[in-house]
Each structure stands twice: as structure tokens, then as C-alpha cells.
């Protein structure tokens, strides 16, 4: 990804900046990749990034959403993005969130629980709709990612447990303002070892014979969620994540019955590489056993590195002197307010530009206000003249 430094030098910072060229290039490779094989459909996870924009974009690729509140539902319609492909996951749903996504016309509704359908049988009932549901199902598979970021374990959250599956799809049956189309599952984010994708596959192959066995059924839809990871340590080696290898691998290895469809649910690695958080050096401090630099952007901008510890390669992109050793932290008054410690950047100076980079997911889409610190804005490649 190429910087247009000298047009980042007239702009307030910190924001964040996306490479639109990127992007496309990056929905270019997922629908292609996905369009090798029949029956295969991507939804885009909106929670990555809802910047309207952005959304507006992906939306011109053709492809679906997934939501995960009445809110991205919103975001979702707004950007053109077609009821008929928007999926509404989460545990949490409100009357007026279903309402809503009812009211839209959504495709479906991935269910995690007996009350949350009965409140949709509910509310469906009043409408004199018929709302389309998958359950989501804990696989209880381990995937090799942060633990906040797991999933698909007995102990998260999130869908329902093998045990219970039954007794759900029998309440669903006789439920006539519900009709059941498909399961859902995910195991987690950030994954780039295939295996973990792999133990899904078996699991719901399990659990397909299962249900064709004790009750004939086969549901014509499976979806399998996100998850795919992409490389933080080398963003410009691998700037479009290897969706090649990813459908690949459920194409291997998951087994379908005739006609079933299987949809995806991709956030990080469609967006995770196009967008960086751009700052600038407020200060260089030197501490008793350290050398600070700290920016004009904090944790409320990029929350990544306090919230998972995690990795972000960060750019001085102005600067040729030979490497410093640096802790480069937000002016945010939290000690975890750090985005890396004791990293090797070239020498920086007060008022030098950096770039933290493989910001584009769950970078501005968990941006928050705390200090009274200002959203961060946005600024895409097509807004400059370059
Ligand atoms: N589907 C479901 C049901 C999900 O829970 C998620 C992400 C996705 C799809 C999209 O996953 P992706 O393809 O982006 O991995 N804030 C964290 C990530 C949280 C992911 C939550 N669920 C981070 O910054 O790493």
C-alpha cells in the first residue's frame, strides 16, 4: 500500500485512512474466489467497519451483510445493501431490533436461544410475517486465536449447545410464525491456520448426519460464520488475504447435500488491510529506561493493542534515520493506552508522520470518545488528489 505523505501533511490527525483501490481489489478476489464454487455466498460482517463509505463499496461488489444489531441492520439497508442478503446474529437481541429487521424484510435470523424465538414468534405473529431462522449451534471447537475472540467453546456465549439442538428445533417446529432454514455456526476471528476451519467442517458434518438420521432433515442452508485472519506482521507481502485457500478448504472438507447453500461471513480480511490509523508524533520523551513517543492518536481511536495485546506493524512515514527503540503510546490517560513497546522504527521526531497499519477492521468500528477525545475521521484514497 503506497502512502500519499505529502497529501496527509495539510490533514488534521490523527484518521484514519483507506486504500479504496485496495479494497475493491480485496472484494474482487472474494467474490471471485467464492464464485469458483456453486452455491457459495458472502456476507460481509459489518461490525469490522460500518464507516458508510466503506459499506457503500462493498455493496457495489454484490455481496450480503451480516449484522449483529438493529443498528448495522440500518447501516447495512442504508448503503443500498439488499434485505433479502442481510443475516442478524447475536445474543442479545431487542423487540425493537427483530421489529426492525422484520419490518426490513431481512433474509434471516440466526437464533441463540428458546426465549429470543419466542420473542420473534411474537413478533412475527403481529406482523403476519414469516420470519426465516438458523440456530446458531457452539460447535465447541478451540480456535487458535485470542481467548476474546473465541467463540465456538462450550463456555462462550454464543449459540446453542449440542445437547440442546434438539429441543430448540422441535420449539421451532411448532412455532408457525417461524420457519427454520439453516444452521449457523463460527468459531472465532483472526484465524489463519486452516485445521481450526477444518474442525468445524467435521462437526457440522457430525451433526448433518445426525439430523438426517433421527429426523430426515437436511436445511438448505449452512452458514459457517468469518474468521478468516490476515497478516499483521507483513501487511504489503500479503495484502489480500488467501480466500483462495480458505474456500478451498470448506469445499474440501465440509459435506453438503444436494442443493444446500452455504453462506459466509467475512469481516477482518475483506477490510483489515486496506485502512491505517494515521497519526502524527506529538512528543519524543525520554523516560528513566525507555524512549517514549507519543501520539495524537490513542486507544479510543485503534483499542486493538490495549483490549488483545495485539499486533500492529507501525510505519514512521517520513523519517530515513536508522531505527530508535520505542514505546509508542496515546495521550490518553490509561498505562494501557500503548499501541507497542520497545519496537524498532527509524529515529522520530515531534511532528512526524506515522501509520499504524491492518487498522481497516475493528479499528474505527470501536473508536470511542473517552477524554473527550473526537471521533477519529475518515479519509479514503479517492478524496485526495494524487
Ligand atoms: N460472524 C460472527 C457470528 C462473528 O461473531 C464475527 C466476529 C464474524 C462473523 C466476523 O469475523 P471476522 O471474519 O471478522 O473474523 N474486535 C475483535 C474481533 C471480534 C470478532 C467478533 N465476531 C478484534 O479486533 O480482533
Wanted: some cysteine; glycine content about 8%; hydrophobic content about 40%.
Amino acid at each position: 500500500m503506497q502512502f500519499p505523505v505529502e497529501a496527509f501533511a495539510s490533514i488534521e490527525t490523527p484518521f484514519y485512512y483507506y486504500d479504496v483501490e485496495l479494497l475493491k481489489a480485496t472484494l474482487d478476489a472474494v467474490k471471485r474466489e467464492a464464485a469458483k464454487y456453486d452455491g457459495f455466498h458472502v456476507h460481509y460482517a459489518v461490525k469490522a467497519n460500518y464507516n458508510p463509505r466503506l459499506l457503500e463499496i462493498v455493496n457495489a461488489a454484490g455481496i450480503g451483510a451480516d449484522c449483529v444489531s438493529g443498528g448495522e441492520v440500518r447501516a447495512a439497508i442504508s448503503a443500498g445493501i439488499p434485505a433479502g442478503k442481510v443475516v442478524f446474529a447475536g445474543v442479545g437481541k431487542t423487540d425493537k431490533e427483530i421489529a426492525y429487521a422484520l419490518d426490513s424484510g431481512i433474509f434471516c435470523f440466526n437464533v441463540e436461544s428458546v426465549p429470543e424465538i419466542e420473542a420473534i414468534e411474537r413478533l412475527a405473529a403481529e406482523r403476519g410475517a414469516v420470519a426465516q431462522v438458523a440456530v446458531r449451534v457452539n460447535p465447541n471447537v478451540g480456535a487458535h486465536t485470542h481467548a476474546n475472540i473465541t467463540t465456538g467453546l462450550a463456555e462462550n456465549k454464543f449459540g446453542v449447545n449440542y445437547e440442546q439442538l434438539d429441543g430448540v428445533i422441535d420449539v421451532i417446529e411448532s412455532m408457525p410464525h417461524i420457519k427454520l432454514i439453516g444452521l449457523h455456526f463460527h468459531i472465532g476471528s483472526q484465524l489463519l491456520v486452516m485445521d481450526d476451519f477444518i474442525a468445524l467442517c467435521c462437526r457440522i458434518n457430525e451433526l448433518q448426519e445426525l439430523l438426517h438420521e433421527t429426523r430426515g432433515m437436511v436445511l438448505p442452508h449452512i452458514n459457517v460464520g468469518g474468521g478468516l485472519g490476515v497478516r499483521y506482521d507483513a501487511p504489503d507481502k500479503y495484502p489480500i488475504p488467501d480466500f483462495d485457500l480458505y474456500f478451498a478448504t470448506y469445499a474440501n472438507n465440509l459435506k453438503l447435500y444436494p442443493g444446500q447453500q452455504l453462506h459466509f461471513e467475512l469481516g477482518r480480511s475483506i477490510v483489515a488491510q486496506c485502512g491505517a490509523l494515521i497519526t502524527r508524533a506529538t512528543y519524543i520523551k525520554n523516560g528513566t529506561c525507555k524512549q517514549f513517543v507519543v501520539v495524537d492518536a490513542g486507544m479510543n481511536d485503534l483499542i486493538r493493542p490495549a483490549l488483545y495485546d495485539a499486533y500492529h506493524r507501525i510505519e514512521n512515514l517520513v523519517s530515513c534515520e536508522p531505527d530508535g527503540v520505542y514505546d509508542v503510546v496515546g495521550p490518553v490517560c490509561e498505562s494501557s493506552d500503548v499501541f507497542c513497546k520497545d519496537r524498532r522504527i527509524p529515529a522520530t521526531k515531534r511532528g512526524d508522520i506515522l501509520a499504524i497499519r491492518t487498522a481497516g477492521a475493528y479499528g474505527e468500528a470501536m473508536a470511542f470518545g473517552y477524554n473527550c477525545r473526537e471521533l477519529p475521521k475518515a479519509v479514503l484514497s479517492t478524496d485526495l488528489n494524487m
